[in-house]
Nanobody, 121 residues
Protein backbone atom coordinates (compact mmCIF):
# COMPACT_ATOMS: atom_id res chain seq x y z
CA UNK A 1 0.00 0.00 0.00
CA UNK A 2 1.32 3.42 -1.02
CA UNK A 3 0.12 6.62 0.58
CA UNK A 4 0.93 10.08 -0.75
CA UNK A 5 0.54 13.46 0.93
CA UNK A 6 1.03 16.78 -0.87
CA UNK A 7 1.99 20.06 0.74
CA UNK A 8 3.23 23.51 -0.24
CA UNK A 9 0.25 24.95 -2.05
CA UNK A 10 -0.91 28.49 -1.48
CA UNK A 11 -1.67 31.88 -2.95
CA UNK A 12 0.95 33.67 -5.03
CA UNK A 13 1.03 36.58 -7.46
CA UNK A 14 1.70 36.04 -11.13
CA UNK A 15 5.42 35.71 -11.72
CA UNK A 16 6.00 34.24 -8.29
CA UNK A 17 7.12 30.79 -7.21
CA UNK A 18 5.93 27.89 -5.12
CA UNK A 19 7.45 24.55 -4.26
CA UNK A 20 5.15 21.58 -3.81
CA UNK A 21 6.24 18.48 -1.98
CA UNK A 22 4.88 14.95 -1.90
CA UNK A 23 5.71 12.60 0.95
CA UNK A 24 5.34 8.92 0.15
CA UNK A 25 4.97 5.87 2.33
CA UNK A 26 5.46 2.46 0.82
CA UNK A 27 7.49 1.65 -2.28
CA UNK A 28 7.02 3.83 -5.32
CA UNK A 29 8.31 3.62 -8.87
CA UNK A 30 7.69 6.39 -11.37
CA UNK A 31 5.73 9.36 -10.06
CA UNK A 32 4.08 12.47 -11.37
CA UNK A 33 2.12 15.63 -10.77
CA UNK A 34 -1.32 16.35 -12.16
CA UNK A 35 -3.60 19.33 -11.73
CA UNK A 36 -7.29 20.04 -11.99
CA UNK A 37 -8.78 23.49 -12.41
CA UNK A 38 -12.46 24.24 -11.68
CA UNK A 39 -14.66 22.85 -14.43
CA UNK A 40 -11.72 21.18 -16.15
CA UNK A 41 -10.47 17.64 -16.50
CA UNK A 42 -7.48 16.55 -14.51
CA UNK A 43 -4.38 17.08 -16.65
CA UNK A 44 -0.81 15.93 -16.71
CA UNK A 45 1.85 18.34 -15.45
CA UNK A 46 5.12 16.46 -15.02
CA UNK A 47 6.47 12.97 -14.44
CA UNK A 48 9.70 11.46 -13.20
CA UNK A 49 11.05 7.95 -13.47
CA UNK A 50 12.14 5.76 -10.60
CA UNK A 51 15.76 6.92 -10.54
CA UNK A 52 14.90 10.58 -11.01
CA UNK A 53 17.06 10.89 -14.12
CA UNK A 54 14.20 10.89 -16.61
CA UNK A 55 11.53 13.57 -16.67
CA UNK A 56 8.59 14.59 -18.83
CA UNK A 57 6.80 17.93 -18.79
CA UNK A 58 3.57 19.20 -20.24
CA UNK A 59 4.20 21.86 -22.87
CA UNK A 60 2.37 24.40 -20.75
CA UNK A 61 4.93 24.19 -17.93
CA UNK A 62 8.20 23.50 -19.75
CA UNK A 63 10.91 25.92 -18.71
CA UNK A 64 8.94 27.02 -15.66
CA UNK A 65 8.40 23.90 -13.55
CA UNK A 66 10.97 21.38 -12.38
CA UNK A 67 10.14 17.95 -11.00
CA UNK A 68 12.57 16.13 -8.73
CA UNK A 69 12.66 13.32 -6.21
CA UNK A 70 14.73 12.17 -3.28
CA UNK A 71 14.33 8.44 -2.93
CA UNK A 72 16.27 8.35 0.33
CA UNK A 73 13.68 10.66 1.86
CA UNK A 74 10.76 9.22 -0.13
CA UNK A 75 9.77 12.66 -1.36
CA UNK A 76 8.98 14.24 -4.71
CA UNK A 77 8.93 17.98 -5.35
CA UNK A 78 7.59 20.32 -7.99
CA UNK A 79 9.36 23.67 -8.17
CA UNK A 80 7.05 26.11 -9.91
CA UNK A 81 8.50 29.39 -11.17
CA UNK A 82 7.04 32.20 -13.26
CA UNK A 83 3.57 31.18 -12.19
CA UNK A 84 0.63 32.34 -14.27
CA UNK A 85 -3.08 32.61 -13.41
CA UNK A 86 -3.64 29.67 -15.75
CA UNK A 87 -1.64 27.53 -13.33
CA UNK A 88 -4.38 27.88 -10.70
CA UNK A 89 -5.61 24.39 -9.82
CA UNK A 90 -5.56 21.64 -7.27
CA UNK A 91 -2.28 19.82 -7.71
CA UNK A 92 -2.08 16.08 -7.11
CA UNK A 93 0.86 13.83 -6.46
CA UNK A 94 0.60 10.37 -8.00
CA UNK A 95 2.59 7.16 -8.28
CA UNK A 96 2.61 4.26 -10.71
CA UNK A 97 3.92 0.72 -10.71
CA UNK A 98 6.09 1.51 -13.73
CA UNK A 99 9.80 2.31 -13.61
CA UNK A 100 9.47 4.68 -16.56
CA UNK A 101 7.86 8.10 -16.39
CA UNK A 102 4.32 8.06 -17.81
CA UNK A 103 1.83 10.76 -18.69
CA UNK A 104 -1.56 9.02 -18.74
CA UNK A 105 -3.83 9.31 -15.73
CA UNK A 106 -5.02 5.72 -15.91
CA UNK A 107 -1.45 4.50 -15.50
CA UNK A 108 -1.30 5.91 -11.99
CA UNK A 109 -2.33 3.69 -9.12
CA UNK A 110 -1.93 5.95 -6.10
CA UNK A 111 -2.99 9.53 -5.49
CA UNK A 112 -2.54 12.16 -2.84
CA UNK A 113 -5.33 14.34 -1.51
CA UNK A 114 -4.34 17.41 -3.52
CA UNK A 115 -3.07 20.85 -2.60
CA UNK A 116 -4.53 24.13 -3.86
CA UNK A 117 -2.39 26.52 -5.88
CA UNK A 118 -3.89 29.91 -6.64
CA UNK A 119 -2.09 32.45 -8.82
CA UNK A 120 -3.48 35.96 -8.83
CA UNK A 121 -2.98 38.54 -11.55
Amino acid sequence: QVQLVESGGGLVQAGGSLRLSCAASGRTFSMGWFRQAPGKEREFVAAINRSGAGTIYADSVKGRFTISRDNAKSTMDLQMNSLEPEDTAVYYCAATRSLAAVVTIRSYDYWGQGTQVTVSS
